[in-house]
């Protein structure tokens, strides 16, 4: 049988969709082509389900095996950006209830250029307080945190501790032009029986505030050791290479993209296996949450998701994304649990729009 182009050109898209689901199956490791690759995973899989349709009038005898084996190596990655769990009725309430959210330094001064908030620091900080105080989760893992003593409006910590955190812990950062201190922290109701930082190696951004922590926490007879992480950023601006279409600046500025995602790809391969090493591979309850500023495809991720098991994956429901400005369909925000743990609910809140991410919530019980 003859193929035409038409023939040939449909072929060729079936080996190379075939071929980039294999090799991302197959060859997982920190490289920038496994992590480039792994962002075209979702246009890649729509493509392939175009193909099913298209295998039912192609003259190609066969066809439908090249969809078919995409969707049997797709089934690792499908349940991370789609989740379906319906809500039960009369849930009982959780054993531990924990909120990770990455604040955004509380809007202070535009620390990040942010153009998705246009309220003054001082209401920012005062609205986020309120939402903290009402939130009624039992711990709160914050990101890109920030706090200065000599503002009185600024005391986030002291607020916390006053309406019952009155356990907490940070690695504070310290940024040369800035009062207070920025880093990750943990507040918890329950008691904190030991505490640690992780350090990051390759922090040669003096203004970077990616790091981890953990705190184990005592939970009636159960001690769960919970991460609060904060991978680092690339600090990408989509916008920016989008609006220089089409001036002479578009070139400079996608070499500068691309610069950023190797960068960032490698940066946060490493930070995880220093995860990996200081507390994925230990036994125990755990927690893992924060900021991963990668997708639910990455290299990243699916290291974290070979030792814990991912809350939206496994509690979630629809897509939810975390992101709270363009590109906003992306989840990076994350929560992870043992496999001695069972979710009992999860839940982005977009009703907060205060930072440029959702808050998310999960609740959990350890198992009997």
């Known amino acids: 049988m003859k193929f035409g182009k038409r023939d040939v050109f449909i072929l060729t898209i079936g080996w190379v969709c075939l071929a980039v689901y294999f090799y991302h199956y197959f060859f997982v490791s920190n490289t920038a082509l496994y992590n480039a690759i792994s962002y075209t995973i979702p246009g890649i899989l729509i493509i392939n389900c175009l193909l099913i349709i298209v295998s039912f009038f192609s003259r190609i005898r066969f066809f439908w095996i090249y969809p078919i084996l995409v969707l049997i190596f797709a089934c690792r990655i499908v349940p991370g950006f789609l989740a379906l769990h319906w809500k039960k009725e009369n849930q009982e309430e959780p054993q531990l209830k924990v909120l990770s959210y990455n604040v955004g330094t ?13 309220l003054s620091d001082s209401i920012i900080i005062a609205r986020q307080q309120e939402f903290l105080k009402t939130c009624k989760a039992d711990v709160i893992c914050l990101q890109e945190f920030y706090n200065n003593d000599a503002l009185s409006f600024s005391t986030t910590l002291n607020e916390m501790t006053d309406i019952g955190y009155k356990y907490f812990y940070t690695n504070p950062i310290r940024i040369e032009g800035y009062e207070g201190f920025f880093g990750v922290i943990t507040f918890s109701k329950f008691p904190i029986a030991d505490k640690g930082k992780i350090t990051f190696e390759y922090k040669e951004n003096k203004r970077a505030l990616n790091t981890a922590i953990y705190t184990d926490i005592v939970v009636g007879k159960d001690t769960i050791r919970v991460i609060n992480v904060h991978l680092h950023s690339m600090d990408l601006r989509a916008k920016r290479v989008l609006s220089s279409l089409p001036s002479d600046t578009l070139g400079k500025e996608l070499d500068l993209f691309k610069a950023k995602m190797e960068y960032g790809f490698m940066k946060r391969g490493i ?38 098991l991912n809350s939206f994956e496994e509690g979630g429901n629809g897509f939810g994304f975390t992101y709270n400005k363009f590109p906003w369909f992306i989840r990076i925000d994350n929560q992870f649990f043992s496999p001695s743990i069972e979710i009992n609910s999860y839940e982005v809140l977009k009703e907060n729009h205060l930072s440029d991410h959702y808050p998310v919530v999960a609740g959990y019980n350890v198992k009997k």
């Not at 200081?278 to 990243?300: A, C, R």
């Open 106 to 118: 509380f809007n202070l001064d535009r620390f990040h250029s942010s153009d998705t908030i246009r």
């Open 271 to 308: 930070q995880v296996q220093t995860l990996e090493k200081e507390v994925l591979k230990k036994p125990g309850h755990k927690i893992l949450v924060g900021d991963l500023n990668d997708m639910p495809y990455s290299f990243s991720y699916l290291t974290i998701r070979k030792y814990l």
